[in-house]
């Protein structure tokens, strides 16, 4: 399994992938169902080995100085393991996304037409420090009858290999062969070069990561690409905003895991509001440590803030830190997103229904939530069991992508020796 820096051997493993996604499209839905649940069991009964292997990579992470998101994204515990374990047995409860007959007719010479549900095939997945990617990716491609090839970070490389390992020595127990997941354990950069331009074995990528990531592979790859998008996330507190509703979900977006895409990086707030209920604003935000960067108005009203700068509006802060912005009307906070939102995930507060209409209609983004938090953005809480990525794009696949993201479609025809 294993690849050598001097020697990436990447075509072998996309190879045998291939082949590995060929049987597994035979297998049933119970006999996945059944893998997914020994798969669960496995890492459950592993943890300690996993988090032994992780404290390698959370070591390695303090040595270097990595920041605390980086951090958090890379550090698992026992609770972490319990929960992508158990996103696995969620998606073993989940529908099988292949084999259904979308549509079908008959043509008038009697030939039968369906549209079906099959396999991507082989996904090629590429992500940063996130060692739960491994689990979640691993269960959705092999439920949706996926081969899958992983390159994970460099920095969660131990953790990633040791998961890796436990699921191999879990798929010996069931009828999915183990070639079915690829971990490229290499850290050379012409492995990873390779996976870009596997076309003839691998079907997809789907990266998962930074900005920085994400263009490296929408820009060198010859593989298509599924593009996930990182998430610079608004909240919009309109003039007619409930007060307790408003500063609930902003406390709930930018505290809960300030780590994660879907958290809240700006707020975009009406000055008749913030000027009304500044006193209280004041008071949230200190006491959960938000620090503000703001435009002039609203230095005016939130002490001890940061005077917002072109980067701040632009920022993933992935931190306690929060640009807010002022406006006079919805249609300059939906200005405001269009110049600077990344198409993840918007939300606005207000208890008028045709100024949530307005910008729900005119935003542009995979995800809107009107009186919500933007951290619903997540397959697991949207009920897919487990996510592969949030796609930001508008073709095949937006938003929390789950298993029916995995699939594509064809026709079958069925005749009585028809010709044309």
């Not at 493993?13 to 291939?18: E, F, N, R």
């Not at 390695?60 to 929960?83: N, T």
């Not at 009107?370 to 809480?381: L, P, Q, V």
């Amino acid at each position: 399994m294993s690849v050598t820096k001097e020697q990436p051997n990447v075509e072998s493993q996309a190879i045998a992938a291939k082949k590995a996604a060929k049987k597994l499209s035979l297998l049933s839905t119970k006999e996945k169902n059944e893998a997914l649940h020994i798969l669960a069991d496995t890492l459950d009964k592993n943890t300690q080995v996993i988090l032994e292997a992780n404290e390698l990579d959370l070591q390695a992470g303090r040595e270097k100085g990595f920041d605390a998101a980086y951090m958090d994204r890379l550090a698992l515990s026992k609770e972490r393991i319990y929960d992508f374990a158990e996103g696995l047995r969620q998606v073993a409860k989940l529908e099988d996304p292949t084999g259904k007959i979308l549509s079908n007719w008959t043509l008038e010479n009697g030939l039968l037409v369906e549209k079906v549900t099959v396999p991507l095939g082989v996904i090629g997945m590429i992500y940063e420090a996130r060692p739960n990617v491994t689990v979640d990716a691993t269960g959705l491609a092999l439920k949706s009858g996926n081969a899958i090839v992983l390159k994970g970070g460099s920095s969660a490389l131990s953790s990633n290999k040791a998961i890796v390992q436990v699921m191999h020595e879990a798929l010996k127990e069931t009828k999915i062969p183990q070639e079915a997941v690829q971990f490229i354990a290499s850290t050379d950069r012409e492995a990873t070069q390779q996976l870009f331009t596997m076309k003839e074995h691998i079907d997809v990528l789907i990266p998962r990561g930074g900005g920085s990531l994400i263009n490296a592979v929408v820009n060198n790859a010859t593989v298509p690409v599924l593009e996930t998008g990182v998430g610079n996330c608004h909240l919009y507190i309109d003039v007619e905003a409930d007060v307790e509703k408003a500063l609930n979900i902003l406390v709930n977006a930018k505290t809960d895991r300030p780590a994660v895409c879907n958290a809240l990086e700006t707020a975009i707030i009406h000055e008749y509001w913030l000027e009304k209920n500044r006193d209280i604003l004041v008071k949230t935000l200190q006491e959960n440590g938000i620090t503000v960067h703001g435009d002039e108005t609203a230095l005016t009203y939130i002490p001890n803030s940061v005077l917002a700068n072109e980067e701040d509006w632009a920022n993933e802060y992935l931190s306690l830190d929060l640009a807010v912005k002022t406006v006079s009307n919805v249609e300059e906070a939906i200005d405001h997103i269009e110049e600077y939102g990344t198409k993840h995930s918007e939300a606005i507060v207000t208890e008028n229904k045709e100024t949530a209409k307005t910008f729900m209609s005119l935003v542009d983004a995979s995800a809107l939530y009107h009186n919500a938090s933007t951290r619903f953005t997540d397959g697991g809480a949207l009920g897919f069991g487990a996510e592969i990525g949030i796609s930001t794009q508008k073709l095949h696949a937006r938003g929390p992508m789950g298993l029916p993201a995995l699939t594509t479609v064809k026709f079958m025809m069925s005749g009585n020796g028809q010709t044309r």
